[in-house]
């Protein structure tokens, strides 16, 4: 019988519903908050024995006072995984932020899928297989005490591990409660981070940047109120915050370092806030106990490399670019680092300087090693690979393209995509459907094959079956397939009927049968008939034996010119001639 066990650890409790001492969970985080400040919780899953375990999962729901920023997963189940988050604006809707990976993230910000003014209620990471003696499983999730918390309030937030065994469903809860503190001060703050792709808005995988000066002024922008450098919140670079602040209206300037300039200002949600030629933000107004961690900046590298080009549509399906060919807005483009796994940056194409559709680039870039993974368009496909001027990079099926070296400062341009509008499969066409008894069948006789645009792709077919037999009368089937240059495949199956000719047909046979055997009759008659002059004459040469051989063979000729006639009279009443 399973028992329970329960023990009391340092700051967190820790409840095992299932005996299994080889799987262990623990939740950990900060004894004391602040109204406004900022709070970690880092939940520990292990699997120490020698079972592996199936259906992993964690669920962590958070305090209403608790608004949610940023998690972190390391993945140590040797199994992809899956982060479903539910929001206060669709409390009983999963949103799926991370799905079917292997790789770790870092700092992934919530607020992609949390709308201002509403906040992360609940969170749950799952994974297929649990094996045992990997590393641990470690999900880290930052986050900020809202003004619905009260001062000297205990704050509990519970997570629950489950997993199966071969015998048992193990649950483990551990719980971690903090108690709040305050002053009723508001603060301003959160992030600075290299643009990679130049949208001026945040996208995951763009790392933050550490030794940023940050300044804080009054609503005159004249009065330096406090200066700070961005550096480590937790294990990430790149944040800052201004606190203890009274009500008031206050302007942030960002100053980049050297070989850095500002991106451009953008006021949406995970944007870059200030005006990227004099540094400062719009004025930001607090009341009291406000928390404004809106105040993002993002920059980009004056000395870096970029990689970047051009998708189009590849009309004629050759993988080069011609120039009638049109570029392709709205295609997602993401950047890997050289190990192909961390995806370092994303951005769609769009219509660049001079109006032209189908741009990206990937800006601020360190020398090293990149991959480009390039996403079609819902129903389109990715064309042939061809690596020449002008070519089409990515693998088709992967999507991704070789690994793409880069110098200081150097600037790839050549990192291009065709891709393919939607197509339909090819067509298989077939006119002969019978065959008479005893003739030659060919299946490819009256068969032809075209693509979705009309090339004639006959070569291509194959015939994957063929039953037929003339020798018997029935209904035999034959299959063919064909392939297009996309890859895409078409089989057909039709009956074939095998027919015994008709009693005229046969009549006709019958006859011609019959006069083809006295045919040879006649032929073995008529070398016989030269034989015995050839004989006479190699005897003899006496001319009255010559002449009596002659004359039999004269009889027999005409005797055989009269059965020729007979017939050619029996032959032409079928209208057949000799």
């Known amino acids: 019988m399973n028992k329970k066990i329960k023990t009391i650890t340092n700051l967190s409790e820790n409840i095992d519903l299932v005996a299994n001492p080889s799987f262990t969970f623990e939740k950990i985080g900060p004894q004391f908050v602040n109204i406004g400040g900022g709070t970690n919780y880092q939940i520990t899953s292990t699997n120490n024995g020698t079972e592996n375990l199936t259906n992993w999962s964690i669920t962590d729901t958070f305090p209403t006072e608790i608004n949610m920023l940023r998690v972190s997963f390391t993945n140590g189940s040797s199994s992809s995984y899956n982060i479903t988050i539910r929001t206060s604006d669709a409390p009983n809707t999963d949103k799926h932020i991370i799905t079917g990976a292997t790789s770790p993230i870092n700092s992934f910000d919530l607020a992609l899928y949390t709308p201002q003014g509403y906040r992360v209620i609940s969170m749950n990471v799952t994974a297929s297989n649990f094996t045992a003696g990997t590393p641990a499983n470690v ?32 649950t483990k809860s551990s719980s971690f409660t903090s108690n709040i503190f305050g002053n009723n001060k508001s603060s301003i703050g959160e992030f600075v981070w ?11 995988g763009e790392p933050g940047i550490n030794g940023v000066t940050v300044e804080l002024y ?23 915050n201004f606190s203890l602040l009274s009500p008031g209206t206050y302007l942030v300037k960002f100053i980049p370092p050297t070989g850095y300039t500002l991106t451009t200002q953008n006021l949406g949600v995970n944007g870059s806030t200030p005006n990227p ?21 993002g920059l980009l590298s004056n000395n870096k490399g970029e990689i970047g080009s051009f998708v189009w549509n590849d009309l004629n399906e050759n993988g080069i670019y011609e120039i009638e060919e ?11 680092d050289k190990t192909q796994t961390t995806l370092l940056g994303t951005t769609v194409t769009k219509n660049n300087n001079s109006n032209q559709p189908g741009y990206y680039s990937f800006t601020g870039l360190a020398a090293d090693s990149y991959y480009i993974k390039f996403i079609p368009i819902t129903a389109y496909s990715i064309t042939v690979q061809n690596l020449v001027p002008n070519g089409s990079t990515p693998d088709p099926v992967t999507g ?7 110098t200081t400062a150097e600037v790839v341009s050549t990192v291009n995509a065709g891709i393919l509008a939607p197509c339909t499969p090819p067509v298989i066409n077939t006119t002969i459907y019978s065959a008479k008894q005893g003739s030659t069948y060919d299946p490819m006789q009256g068969v032809s094959a075209f693509d979705c645009q009309g090339n004639n792709i006959t070569a291509n077919v194959i015939v994957t079956e063929n039953t037929v037999n003339t020798a018997i009368p029935g209904k035999y089937t034959v299959s063919y397939k064909v392939t297009d240059k996309r890859g895409q495949i078409t089989t057909k199956t039709i009956i074939v009927t095998v027919y015994a000719p008709s009693p005229f047909e046969q009549a006709i046979t019958d006859i011609i049968e019959s006069v083809a055997l006295e045919q040879t009759a006649i032929s073995h008659i008529i070398n016989a008939e030269g034989e015995k002059i050839q004989k006479i004459l190699k005897i003899t040469t006496n001319k009255g034996e010559i002449l009596a051989v002659n004359d039999s063979v004269k009889k027999t000729l005409n005797a055989i010119e009269k059965l020729e006639l007979l017939l050619q009279q029996k032959l032409s009443m079928f209208n057949i001639k000799l």
């Open 400 to 406: 991704f393209t070789n690994l793409i070296p880069l």
């Open 194 to 204: 290299n643009d990679l792709n130049g949208n001026g808005i945040y996208d995951v």
């Open 218 to 240: 009054d609503s005159t922008g004249t009065n330096l109120l406090g200066t700070i450098s961005t550096g480590n919140y937790g294990d990430y670079p790149g944040y800052y």
């Open 139 to 170: 999900l880290f999730i930052t986050g900020i005490i809202n003004t619905t918390a009260t001062i000297g309030q205990s704050l509990t937030n519970t997570a629950i591990n489950t997993a199966n065994s071969s015998t048992d469903l193990i």
């Open 326 to 336: 049109p570029g392709v807005n709205g295609m997602t483009v993401e950047l890997y």
């Open 277 to 297: 030629a004099t540094g400062f933000t719009n004025p930001v107004i607090l009341g009291t106990n406000v928390f404004n961690n809106y105040i993002n900046a």
